[in-house]
């Protein structure tokens, strides 16, 4: 991986052989760097994705989408480049929109691009819809600004206002903190419709352990002196 380019593209991993081929294959079209981080996957996620012409960062075992996430970014940081595109490797987001994310932080200056399914929002399951909702409606109001749809993990993120912030959560929440922590810093945000598209395979969140691990970050996120800001590099795995 060189790092003369501008954007890199992460995708956090776990147990996605029947998907992450096709996937890395498709972003390069639009991105030719790609780190797949391989979250103690027990089938051949990394093989498969390293065939497929990605780099392939490996967590002996299974730590979380947030540690993926930060190892990933981590990785994109050392390497040089400027931008990092984010997204799941379950088909759920289409490489094909990568330009449209590129296209608006270019236009508005913005140091966080979000993917918003708010238009096919029909489209999730009631549960998934109705926590997106409530979620980003308590953010919207700790940012004091709109945020339509803060769990979308298909981002674009510029690199040098990630190492000024402190991003820690190891799972799901991650998505949270990091919208959460760019808005309190002040960085701009906008975001890009996205269409809603179900993966194959079941959900791999976890309606009850999620949910209680996402209200404790919660709690601390939503005190006042919460999401410093200067420390450099996340912690990394």
């Given amino acids: 991986m060189h790092s003369a380019a501008a954007h890199v593209v992460v995708i956090p ?3 996605e052989a029947a998907t992450i081929g096709p996937i890395v294959e498709r972003v390069r079209v639009h991105v030719p760097d790609v780190i797949v981080v ?21 967590h002996r075992n299974n730590l979380g ?9 981590a990785r994109a940081s050392a390497a040089g480049f400027a931008w990092a595109l984010t997204l799941d490797g379950d088909g ?43 979620m980003s409606r308590q953010l919207s109001r700790q940012a004091d600004f709109s945020l339509p ?14 190492r000024q912030l402190r991003i820690e959560c190891d799972h799901f929440e991650i998505e949270s903190e990091t ?20 993966s194959a395979r079941p ?13 404790r970050w919660w709690r601390e996120a939503s005190q006042p002196a919460s999401a410093p800001v200067g420390h450099g590099l996340p912690r990394t795995v």
């Fill in 203 to 215: 959900s791999r969140i976890r309606a009850f352990a999620d949910t209680v691990r996402w209200l």
């Fill in 13 to 15: 991993c776990w147990n």
């Fill in 149 to 162: 749809d803060s769990q979308c993990g298909f981002r674009l993120l510029r690199l040098d206002a990630w």
């Fill in 92 to 134: 759920q987001h289409l490489p094909e929109d990568i330009p449209a994310f590129v296209e608006r932080a270019a236009r508005t200056g913005a140091a966080l691009v979000v993917g918003d399914r708010t238009a096919g929002a029909a489209g999730m399951p009631w549960i998934r819809r109705t926590a997106n909702w409530w």
């Fill in 38 to 58: 391989d979250d103690g996957s027990t089938d051949a996620t990394g093989s498969i994705a390293l065939d497929a012409g990605a780099v392939v960062e490996r």
């Fill in 65 to 73: 989408k947030g540690a993926a996430l930060r190892t990933g970014l």
């Fill in 179 to 198: 919208i959460l922590t760019f808005a309190r810093a002040g960085f701009r945000i906008e975001f890009v419709p996205v269409p809603v598209i179900r």
